[in-house]
């Protein structure tokens, strides 16, 4: 069974914190990974796809890499804002679909 | 930038009523997925379409059905409905050339 882990569940940090986000998988298959962003009772956005070539990929202050050796993928919130708070999901790429992990959920107080 | 739009974005049903869900992915993106959210749970994989044919199955129940059509929009038919049932159903589209998903704002279906 492809197994998607996030660690942790729910953070709670102060405005202009630097944080990382961890998220660990079962499979050592080669595929790729994609960081999303989930507000409550909303769809999901985006934020990064690291190709299984890749080892990172960076947009304005987030940075996640990926380590196919040991099964982890960190995506780096950089001076946190209120605005990032939202549940933040990763997902393996298996075959044609995703597996998601449970999620992060973060909150960034003012 | 066009998304992925999907309609409708909320509806309510009956137990055993039938509900059709519609997604229209993002031009030139030739690949469908459909996503079920749970209250509190992450979202799982149900079924995929490339080019109109099913390329991948996932946890859909034998009551759910779907299908890509020659615009390459698709259409989630859920007939019998339970409560269950009752989750966020998520679209996503991806082009041949990428591996990213993009997704839709989601159907939001509640069975009473």
């Known amino acids: 069974k492809q197994e998607v882990t996030q660690i942790p569940a729910a953070l709670s940090v102060p405005e202009g914190e630097n944080l990382v986000l961890n998220c660990s998988f079962t499979d050592s298959a080669i595929y790729n990974l994609q960081w999303f962003r989930q507000d409550p009772g909303k769809g999901l956005t985006s934020l990064l796809l690291?190709?299984?070539?890749?080892r990172e990929q960076t947009s304005g202050r987030l940075n996640a890499s990926l380590d196919k050796s040991s099964g982890r993928s960190t995506l780096y919130i950089a001076a946190s804002q209120p605005g990032d708070s939202a549940t933040y999901l990763c997902?393996?790429?298996?075959?044609?679909?995703?597996?998601f992990g449970a999620g992060t959920i973060l909150r960034v107080k003012s | 930038a066009a998304g992925v739009i999907q309609s409708p974005r909320h509806l309510i049903k009956e137990k055993r009523e039938t509900a059709t869900l519609k997604c229209y992915p993002i031009p030139r993106h030739d690949t469908v997925y459909w996503y079920q959210q749970g209250p509190g749970q992450d979202p799982q994989f149900l079924i995929s379409f490339y080019e109109k044919m099913q390329s991948d199955k996932g946890s859909i129940p034998d009551r759910f059905s779907a299908q890509q059509f020659s615009d390459y929009h698709s259409e989630l038919n859920m007939s019998s409905l339970e409560l269950g049932d009752s989750a966020l159903y998520f679209c996503?589209?991806?082009?041949?050339?990428?591996?990213?998903?993009?997704f839709g704002p989601g159907t939001r279906l509640t069975v009473l």
């Open positions: 690291i190709q299984s070539s890749q």
């Open positions: 996503a589209s991806r082009e041949d050339s990428s591996n990213e998903q993009f």
């Open positions: 997902a393996r790429g298996y075959g044609n679909k995703l597996v």
